[in-house]
């Protein structure tokens, strides 16, 4: 039962946006709940086949997850648009890590192809804020 004030989620398949949303939050939900094959069976939906192939290389690298870049699982997740151009639109995704005063955060900068809608690269959000407190996110490399 919705009370007032509740959030609403909606989306639609033709917006990068939501689907950069979509993606994260099926994913964490998958990480988290530990569901099999279910992680990999998204990064292949959501994802172009090159990023998949750097992401590959960058947790070989870095002994975590790279699209959370960190080797926990946040608590909560939020996208926003930040530009577009050149056939590309630009989200950064936020991951919560804890609860309360002493949650921390990690920006990530997410590119889509607008063409295909499909996420092209996953990076660490410009300078500026992108790791505040505290949290689990993975060392920089």
Do not use: C
Request: charged residues 25%; hydrophobic residues 35%.
């Amino acid at each position: 039962m919705t009370q007032a004030g509740d959030a609403v989620r909606g989306g639609s398949p033709d917006s990068a946006v939501d689907r950069v949303a979509d993606f994260y939050g099926a994913y964490i939900d998958a990480v988290s709940d530990g569901t099999d094959n279910l992680s990999e069976e998204l990064r292949a939906h959501y994802l172009t086949e090159d990023l998949r192939q750097r992401l590959a290389a960058w947790e070989e690298a870095n002994q975590a997850d790279g699209v959370l870049r960190a080797q926990d699982v946040p608590t909560a997740w939020e996208v926003r648009y930040h530009d577009s151009g050149a056939g590309h639109l630009f989200t950064t995704v936020t991951l919560t890590w804890g609860t309360g005063p002493d949650a921390g955060h990690t920006r990530l900068a997410v590119q889509s192809d607008l063409s295909t809608k499909l996420i092209s690269d996953i990076e660490d959000a410009p300078a500026g804020g992108q790791r505040e407190a505290a949290g689990r996110p993975a060392a920089q490399a």
